[in-house]
């Protein structure tokens, strides 16, 4: 739209700019490797995102060695294991048909004003199951969403039985504040058959209130009242 009065510009550009003034998590597209996340278990910085994998160090899993940092997964539903080292409660990663048995994560805090958000991400799950449902997570303040499991990856993959291929993860929430943000991917029913995810561009967007539109939509029929005068005039 092309404004012909300061004003009206003026005024729409604040509304903008308050409805956008928050922050985004830091190396939220990781191209600084991990810096500003905790990684736990075996999680790298790999092909411009970050790459976790449920896979132990010394090739146990698979009859080959598909561990990437030379770290093994933590131990879930346990004491200072998966769960609770990325901010969330023993448990939270049992999403599947059997519980949890160990994975690697990533977490990260961030405040946010009070408000209504979108969050989304790009992923690719990889695994080598073909009966159980390994599965990745995210976790916002503790509400944890499945967001893939061994039964979505369909395509044939080079480096695993099968992958999903490249996709979006997209979850709505409320902010009262400091965020924690937990990604992570576990292996449930056994701890030696590998499934891994990769992320990317892990991004944030504020979701105006109404009451945000009303007062857009209030300063320009103001401005269009204002320019009918002048006109006029």
Same mark, same amino acid.
């Given at each position: 739209?092309?404004?012909?009065?300061?004003?009206?510009?003026?005024?729409?550009?604040?509304?903008?700019?308050?409805?956008?003034?928050?922050?985004?998590?830091?190396?939220?597209?990781?191209?600084?490797?991990l810096a500003n996340w905790n990684?736990?278990?075996?999680?790298?910085?790999?092909?411009?995102?970050?790459?976790?994998?449920?896979?132990?160090n010394g090739g146990a899993d698979?009859?080959?060695?598909?561990?990437?940092?030379?770290?093994?997964?933590?131990? *879930? %539903?346990?004491?200072? @294991? =998966?769960?609770?080292?990325?901010? /969330?409660?023993? +448990?939270?990663?049992? !999403?599947?048909?059997?519980? *949890? %048995?160990?994975?690697? @994560? =990533?977490?990260?805090?961030?405040? /946010?004003?009070? +408000?209504?958000?979108? !969050?989304?991400?790009?992923?690719?799950?990889?695994?080598?199951?073909?009966?159980?449902?390994?599965?990745?997570?995210? +976790?916002?303040?503790?509400?944890?969403?499945?967001?893939?499991?061994?039964?979505?990856?369909?395509?044939?993959?080079?480096?695993?039985?099968?992958?999903?291929?490249?996709?979006?993860?997209?979850?709505?929430?409320?902010?009262?504040?400091?965020?924690?943000?937990?990604?992570?991917?576990?292996?449930?029913?056994?701890?030696?058959?590998?499934?891994?995810?990769?992320?990317?561009?892990?991004?944030?967007?504020?979701?105006?209130?109404?009451?945000?539109?009303?007062?857009?939509?209030?300063?320009?029929?103001?401005?269009?009242?204002?320019?009918?005068?002048?006109?006029?005039?």
């Amino acid at each position: 739209m092309f404004c012909t009065l300061r004003f009206i510009c003026s005024a729409t550009a604040a509304i903008i700019l308050a409805s956008h003034a928050y922050s985004q998590p830091v190396n939220a597209d990781f191209g600084s490797g991990l810096a500003n996340w905790n990684p736990v278990g075996d999680a790298i910085s790999q092909s411009g995102g970050a790459f976790l994998t449920t896979a132990s160090n010394g090739g146990a899993d698979d009859t080959a060695n598909f561990n990437v940092s030379g770290t093994s997964p933590l131990e *879930a %539903n346990v004491a200072l @294991g =998966l769960e609770e080292s990325t901010g /969330l409660a023993i +448990g939270d990663a049992n !999403l599947g048909l059997d519980p *949890a %048995n160990e994975g690697s @994560g =990533l977490s990260q805090t961030f405040s /946010l004003p009070a +408000g209504l958000y979108e !969050l989304s991400f790009s992923y690719n799950f990889f695994t080598n199951e073909t009966g159980t449902f390994d599965h990745a997570f995210v +976790g916002i303040d503790g509400n944890v969403f499945s967001f893939a499991d061994s039964s979505d990856a369909i395509t044939a993959s080079t480096s695993y039985g099968t992958e999903t291929g490249l996709k979006t993860y997209v979850q709505v929430f409320t902010s009262t504040g400091t965020v924690k943000l937990s990604l992570g991917v576990v292996d449930t029913a056994s701890f030696d058959v590998t499934s891994a995810v990769l992320i990317d561009n892990v991004t944030l967007t504020a979701i105006p209130e109404p009451s945000t539109y009303a007062a857009l939509v209030g300063s320009l029929a103001l401005g269009l009242v204002a320019m009918r005068r002048r006109r006029s005039a």
